[in-house]
């Protein structure tokens, strides 16, 4: 077993250069001044973008992205955050929603979510946390609206967040604020290692919050080469694997230094535009998504790349 998909996040370069875009946003200001309507209206354009974005995918074989959380400006904002279906157009908000959805289904294509940084549900800030569990809750609410069914099959990815100079303490945070999220969320929800020491490791988040709670962990493997927590990278993504329940191909995330690209000597988390790889995914099935700046062009250059390297080898071996 090995890679099953491989995929990008959120623009896709080629059909942005056609003006295609799927996560326009606007200023509160704006929002304030134009009102409910307007934000409709710029709803309903990302998410039409979305379906030309899918429908490439389609043509093109991708079977696997992850959609912007921007299509839906300020949905949790305290005070002009809204219901999806109490909104002036909601009932066709939905509807494209449903139909997205079920064109998702029909062409087998697997649809992920990884929110803001500014999530953190182990804030020590209780207004940080309400808006995360909003923010998560909105997320996933957009899932059932597009009809797909609680699972991490649509996972909802998110960090840990700061560990504010006690991990144990705001780990237990994490595990404790999980549980005010409403049940479709916790459903969905997986959280990923980080890149500095100082923050959370593959292990770590198998002993503090998979051990505790159950969620899935997706490992990083960029960011594990800066956060290795004593583990080689084929243990820590075997130990990320089996975290995931039977039956769900696991995700893991994919990028280089772009420091590295540039031709500096010494990495930094900064991604690469592009990848060299290669992928190593120890015979593991996964579904990778790739990380980088440029999108799916990323991921063309990468497989062109590695057709070519097995056509040699297979000329080579004749």
């Known amino acids: 077993m090995s890679m099953r998909e491989i995929g990008y996040a959120c623009i896709n370069m080629t059909l942005s250069a056609e003006g ?3 996560n326009r946003t606007l200023r509160l200001k704006t929002l304030q001044e134009k009102g409910y309507d307007y934000l409709c209206d710029l709803i309903e354009g990302n998410l039409q973008s979305l379906k030309q974005i899918l429908v490439w995918n389609a043509e ?3 079977r696997f992205y992850r959609m912007s959380s921007e299509m839906f400006p300020f949905i949790s904002h305290p005070e002009w955050g809204y219901e999806i279906e109490n909104l002036p157009k909601g009932k066709e908000i939905a509807s494209l929603l449903r139909d997205i959805g079920n064109f998702a289904r029909q062409t087998n294509q697997r649809l992920t979510y990884h929110p803001s940084p500014f999530n953190v549900l182990a804030s020590q800030n209780p207004v940080v ?3 995360t569990l909003k923010e998560l809750n909105a997320h996933s609410q957009i899932f059932d609206l597009m009809g797909f069914t609680p699972s991490v099959e649509n996972k909802i990815n998110i960090h840990v967040g700061g560990a504010y100079g006690d991990k144990e303490s705001a780990l237990m945070r994490f595990c404790q604020n999980f549980q005010d999220l409403d049940d479709n969320t916790k459903l969905r929800l997986t959280v990923e290692n980080d890149d500095k020491g100082n923050l959370y490791s593959l292990q770590e988040l198998y002993e503090g919050v998979h051990q505790v709670i159950g969620i899935p962990l997706v490992f990083d493997y960029h960011h594990h080469t800066f956060n290795t927590g004593g583990l080689t990278e084929e243990e820590a993504l075997k130990l990320a694997i ?3 329940p039977n039956g769900i191909v696991p995700v893991v995330h994919y990028s280089e230094s772009k420091t590295l690209e540039q031709g500096l000597e010494k990495a930094t988390p900064a991604h690469s535009d592009y990848i060299i790889g290669p992928i190593n995914t120890y015979n593991q099935q996964v579904d990778v998504m790739v ?3 440029a999108k799916e062009l990323a991921v063309e ?3 062109s790349a590695r057709s070519a390297l097995t056509q040699i080898i297979s000329a ?3």
Do not use: H, P
């Open 20 to 22: 295609v875009c799927a």
């Open 60 to 62: 093109s074989g991708y």
């Open 129 to 131: 946390v309400s808006k």
């Open 242 to 244: 089996s975290t995931w």
């Open 291 to 293: 990380e980088c700046k």
């Open 301 to 303: 250059q990468y497989l």
């Open 316 to 318: 080579r071996s004749a």
